[in-house]
């Protein structure tokens, strides 16, 4: 079934590196996207990856994605306090855009 | 320019109570969805619209119904409030065709948090 898994929890030093990974089950999904949820707000689009890449940069974001063993990461080099979200994993699968959105991944910053 | 907007942003209701959840964007976009969001778990999809007059189910549809009336708006109703629709409600769109370099890219609204007691 469709199903997109990703850790809850991750906590990092501010200037650090940070990891957020995912796995999906569809192999035939098209793009996977990483979307960005700040404190009561709705969730914004950070960046996303077309099924044929093996990585994406953009900025202080890099994505990788291993098709073979159906895994996406989100890498944001030297993080900062703003970064704290949730950031949640979603693979897009047949029409409509229908999106299989992760539950999401809190990533908290401390100094 | 709005957007995407919600309205209520906060209500809480009595089990039976009906009511209705209203979606706004500004954007002329063509698809609009509605999705639930839990604790521990992702977006779920509850209903989609690809145009003005038209809806279809998505993952967790029971329980709710919605209307598209006129392209910007899409609403979404509960007739018999549950506890287990307690829920922070999300809006999305997307214009129709492949957006940004090919990708289908949402525009959220910053969501409803439906209490049911």
Known sequence: GEDVEQSLFLSVREGDSSVINCTYTDSSSTYLYWYKQEPGAGLQLLTYIFSNMDMKQDQRLTVLLNKKDKHLSLRIADTQTGDSAIYFCAESIGGYNKLIFGAGTRLAVHP | ?117
């Open chain 2, 1 to 117: 320019n709005a957007g995407v907007t919600q309205t209520p942003k906060f209500r809480v209701l009595k089990t039976g109570q009906s009511m209705t959840l209203l979606c706004a964007q500004d954007m002329n976009h063509e698809y609009m969805y509605w999705y639930r969001q839990d604790p521990g778990m992702g977006l779920r999809l509850i209903h989609y619209s690809v145009g003005e007059g038209t809806t279809a189910k998505g993952e967790v549809p029971d329980g709710y119904n919605v209307s598209r009336l006129k392209k910007q708006n899409f609403l979404l109703g509960l007739e018999s409030a549950a506890p287990s629709q307690t829920s922070v409600y999300f809006c999305a769109s997307r214009p129709y065709g492949q957006g940004i370099a090919g990708a289908n890219v949402l525009t959220f609204g910053a969501g409803s948090r439906l209490t049911v007691l």
